[in-house]
């Protein structure tokens, strides 16, 4: 809930409070004024009585705007709601009485003066909904110029966070915001200005870092290849104890330079430095990268297919989408059994690789976790799905894993367009 919102809400729920309780005092305020107002009417009418019996007259027979009843038997005295039909409406209608004792020519009787409320009730309601409609007007007046006044205020807030949305720390540029006369909102974008400064720097720091461990690193590792290549070649290495030696050298410095470039590979789509994207022609890619795999399919007796229905239209780095059907293909054939098969599928919403293999138990959602693999004893380094899942949140696609038990088949999806509803994955594949 925003917090413009959030306190729109309070300052509604106060004064609907308040707005309640003043139509409840202003309506028994009124209520009790008037019938006061009434009462002194009925006690002025009874002392005028009492005045006319004292000089020997009679009651009189016309009330005029007072009914007036007079009982020889005891009656409760004092002020008193009464409900009594008027003949013309046909109503019930309500009367506030007065009974008081009165000694007429030496006869003690009660008098009860009634006077009728409706005029009472018509001028309470009247006054009352005349202030009920100005402090209803007040109250609607009250939220609609806090809630444009709350927007006012707040523009400047949304204004920062528009410019945070759009804000990446690729760009290498630091955060400028609009002026405002609102103090803390001004001390917000200088803060945030300033981090700014630190992030740029660091950033660029840390780039630089990556490129020159990846640049003075990998030429150590070209020497060492070469020379151990090399050293292959001796025929000193009749001895089977150090060609051994010299040969697992040279596969461990094999597996580090598939690692660095993996890593140096992820570090790089993080950083978001593959910005240049162009139309990529994925089917020409699977292509290509299918007949680079045929020759190590064909060695571990695996059966690869592909079935294209249809181009999508993508714009990638093509860098990236090498990557991406490299190591998906890689992964199928590493994984597979012997005398399996490997089915591509490529539609324009979806790139499928289905491979058959055996079944792994696990949690699937650490199957694209980095340096997780399925053989602890593999030479594979465990980034290639890691590199495939970073790709796919790099550029807004999704990477599904299913697996069917009954065919032991299983299926990397790398969806295009996301699905409106996710299956359920099962347990997944070696990543690696």
């Given at each position: 809930m925003?917090?413009?919102?959030?306190?729109?809400?309070?300052y509604l729920?106060?004064?609907?409070?308040?707005?309640?309780a003043?139509s409840?005092l202003?309506?028994?305020?009124?209520?009790?004024?008037?019938?006061h107002e009434?009462?002194?009417?009925?006690?002025n009418r009874?002392?005028y009585?009492?005045?006319?019996?004292?000089?020997g007259?009679?009651?009189?027979?016309s009330?005029f705007?007072?009914?007036?009843?007079v009982?020889?038997r005891?009656?409760?005295v004092?002020y008193?709601?009464t409900l009594?039909?008027?003949?013309?409406?046909?109503?019930?209608?309500p009367?506030?009485?007065?009974?008081?004792?009165?000694?007429v020519?030496?006869?003690?009787?009660?008098?009860?003066?009634?006077?009728?409320?409706?005029?009472?009730?018509?001028?309470?309601?009247?006054?009352?909904?005349?202030?009920?409609?100005?402090l209803g007007l007040?109250?609607?007046?009250?939220?609609?110029l806090?809630?444009?006044?709350?927007q006012?205020?707040?523009?400047p807030?949304?204004?920062t966070?528009?410019?945070?949305?759009?804000?990446?720390?690729?760009?290498d540029?630091?955060?400028?915001?609009p002026?405002?006369?609102?103090d803390?909102?001004a001390?917000?974008?200088?803060?945030?200005?300033?981090l700014?400064?630190?992030?740029?720097?660091?950033y660029?720091?840390?780039?630089?870092?990556?490129?020159n461990?990846?640049?003075?690193?990998?030429?150590?590792?070209?020497?060492?290849?070469?020379?151990l290549?090399q050293?292959?070649?001796?025929?000193e290495?009749?001895?089977?104890?150090?060609?051994?030696?010299v040969?697992e050298?040279?596969?461990?410095t094999?597996?580090?330079?598939?690692?660095?470039?993996?890593?140096?590979?992820?570090?790089?789509?993080?950083?978001?430095?593959?910005a240049d994207?162009?139309?990529?022609?994925?089917d020409?890619?699977?292509?290509?990268?299918?007949?680079?795999?045929?020759?190590?399919?064909?060695?571990?007796?695996?059966?690869l297919?592909?079935h294209?229905?249809?181009v999508?239209?993508?714009?990638?780095?093509?860098?990236l989408?090498?990557?991406?059907?490299?190591n998906?293909?890689?992964?199928?054939?590493?994984h597979?059994?012997?005398?399996?098969?490997?089915?591509?599928?490529?539609?324009?919403?979806?790139?499928?690789?289905?491979n058959?293999?055996?079944?792994?138990?696990?949690?699937?959602?650490?199957f694209?976790?980095?340096?997780?693999k399925?053989?602890?004893?593999?030479?594979?380094?465990?980034?290639?799905l890691?590199i495939?899942?970073?790709?796919c949140q790099?550029?807004g696609?999704a990477?599904?894993?299913?697996?069917?038990?009954e065919t032991?088949?299983?299926t990397?999806?790398v969806e295009?367009t996301?699905?409106?509803t996710?299956?359920a994955?099962a347990?997944?594949?070696?990543?690696?």
């Amino acid at each position: 809930m925003k917090l413009l919102t959030k306190t729109n809400r309070y300052y509604l729920l106060l004064t609907t409070v308040l707005f309640v309780a003043a139509s409840a005092l202003l309506y028994y305020g009124l209520y009790g004024a008037l019938q006061h107002e009434v009462e002194e009417q009925l006690f002025n009418r009874q002392v005028y009585l009492q005045r006319r019996v004292q000089r020997g007259a009679d009651l009189p027979t016309s009330p005029f705007e007072y009914q007036m009843a007079v009982s020889a038997r005891p009656r409760r005295v004092g002020y008193a709601d009464t409900l009594l039909l008027d003949p013309q409406e046909q109503e019930m209608v309500p009367h506030r009485q007065l009974t008081f004792p009165l000694r007429v020519q030496g006869q003690l009787v009660w008098v009860t003066l009634r006077k009728s409320l409706v005029e009472t009730e018509d001028v309470l309601a009247v006054v009352l909904g005349v202030m009920v409609s100005v402090l209803g007007l007040l109250l609607l007046g009250v939220v609609l110029l806090n809630r444009w006044l709350g927007q006012w205020l707040w523009a400047p807030f949304r204004t920062t966070l528009e410019v945070l949305r759009n804000y990446g720390v690729q760009q290498d540029q630091v955060l400028s915001f609009p002026p405002t006369s609102t103090d803390e909102f001004a001390e917000l974008n200088q803060a945030l200005t300033l981090l700014s400064h630190r992030l740029v720097a660091e950033y660029e720091a840390m780039r630089e870092f990556t490129a020159n461990a990846a640049h003075e690193t990998q030429t150590p590792l070209a020497i060492m290849q070469a020379q151990l290549e090399q050293m292959l070649q001796l025929p000193e290495l009749e001895n089977p104890v150090l060609a051994t030696l010299v040969s697992e050298l040279y596969g461990a410095t094999l597996r580090l330079s598939r690692l660095h470039q993996a890593l140096t590979l992820l570090s790089k789509i993080e950083n978001h430095q593959f910005a240049d994207a162009t139309p990529v022609k994925l089917d020409q890619l699977v292509a290509e990268k299918t007949a680079q795999f045929e020759s190590l399919a064909e060695v571990r007796h695996v059966r690869l297919r592909t079935h294209i229905h249809g181009v999508p239209a993508l714009h990638m780095h093509p860098g990236l989408a090498d990557s991406l059907v490299h190591n998906l293909l890689q992964n199928a054939i590493k994984h597979n059994h012997r005398g399996g098969t490997i089915d591509l599928t490529l539609t324009p919403t979806h790139l499928e690789v289905c491979n058959t293999g055996p079944m792994v138990s696990g949690d699937p959602a650490r199957f694209f976790e980095r340096f997780r693999k399925h053989n602890a004893a593999s030479d594979s380094p465990g980034l290639g799905l890691s590199i495939v899942q970073q790709i796919c949140q790099y550029y807004g696609f999704a990477a599904r894993y299913y697996f069917e038990p009954e065919t032991s088949l299983h299926t990397l999806r790398v969806e295009f367009t996301p699905p409106t509803t996710v299956p359920a994955p099962a347990a997944p594949p070696a990543a690696g």
